[in-house]
């Protein structure tokens, strides 16, 4: 079982940043892929960026690259997203999730691969 709990969200201006977390609750946080997604309004779910929890292998969508990194903290269960330079089309909802297992670069954006979801967190950005 994996507990994930999203937290970091709020409001920002074009070019603003924002880091958000994921607490991860689980007996074994190895070999586990942490994923975030997110969903704008009116629109479909889509991946961001994944991590693989032992070796840090890291994922990100095209959309996002360079301006968003995903990293974890082993020691406290924690992945995050820094998000820079962040524009009105970053305004969405946004997830974490698990899955046990290394999904690879073509599979580790469909969610529904993962197993496990966390609530959401707000994430928006005013022009």
């Known amino acids: 079982q994996v507990q994930l709990v999203e937290s970091g969200g709020g409001s920002v201006q074009t070019g603003g940043s924002l880091r958000l977390s994921c607490a991860v609750s689980?007996?074994?946080?190895?070999?586990?892929?942490l994923a975030w997604f997110r969903q704008p309004p009116g629109k479909e779910r889509e991946g961001v960026a994944s991590?693989?929890?032992?070796?840090?292998?890291?994922y990100y969508a095209d959309s996002v690259k360079g301006r968003f990194t995903i990293s974890q903290d082993n020691a406290k269960n924690t992945m995050y997203l820094q998000m820079n330079i962040l524009n009105p089309e970053d305004t969405a909802m946004y997830y974490c999730?698990?899955?046990?297992?290394?999904?690879?670069?073509?599979?580790?954006?469909?969610?529904?691969?993962?197993?496990?979801w966390g609530q959401g967190t707000q994430v928006t950005v005013s022009s």
């Open positions: 991590i693989f929890t032992s070796s840090g292998a890291t």
């Open positions: 999730a698990a899955v046990r297992g290394l999904l690879w670069a073509g599979t580790s954006f469909n969610g529904r691969n993962y197993a496990y």
């Open positions: 689980t007996r074994t946080y190895s070999a586990i892929t």
